[in-house]
C-alpha cells in the first residue's frame, strides 16, 4: 500500500515548484522547491524536507505543504505526512479540484496512524503532543500521532497549565477535552493611612497593588 500511496503522491510533488509566482519570498520559495525536488530525486528525504519547511516559512503556500507530505511519506512518518495534508485540505489558499485526491490518501494514511480530536478551553489556547513544539489549537483541531500513548498539553497564559494522557491504535480515535482554570489572583490589601483634617485623624483605606 505505501509504494502505490508514493507513486500517486509524487505526481504532486512538481505542481508546488511550479506554482510560485515571481517576486519576493515567492522566488525564493520557488527556488528552494527547485532545490528540494533534486534531494528527492537523490534520495535524500532529510535534506529536502529541512528546504521544503524553509520555503514554506518564507512563502506560506499550501501547495508547499503536498511536498512536505510527500517527502514526510518517503521517510516513513505517515502521522506526520497525514497531518500535513490536514493543513492543506484547511488551508484558506488550496486548489478545491485537489481536494478528493488528497482526501483519498489522508483517508489511507489514517489506517496507520492513531487521531486525536482536541477540545481546548479556552478555545485560543495552545497545545503540545509529547516534545513537539506548541500548536495554536485553532489550527490543529485534529492531530495524527503514531500508535500508542502520548501526552497532551495545553496552557495560556493567566491560566493553570494542564497536561493528559491517551492511548490510540492505529486506525482509531480519540477525543480530547481539557478546560484550563485560571490562576487565582491575591485579594487586594488594604491598608490604613492616618489623615490629619485639622479636626480629628481618620483612616481611609488605600488599595495596595498586590
Known sequence: MKRALIAAIVVLAPIAARAQPAGGGKVDAQSLMQSGLK????????????????????????????NIGTTLVYLGRDADAANAYERFLLAKDTDPKQHKAIEKLLAKLDKTVGRIDLTATPADAQIAIDDEDWLHVVQAPTWRVTPGKHAIRVRRDGYEPKTKSVDVAAGESASIEITLVAVARPAPKLVGVPVDNGLRATTQPIVEAP
Open 39 to 66: 534531494l528527492i530525486d537523490a534520495k535524500d528525504y532529510l535534506g529536502a524536507l529541512a528546504i521544503f519547511k524553509t520555503a514554506y516559512e518564507r512563502f506560506p503556500s499550501a501547495k508547499i505543504l503536498l
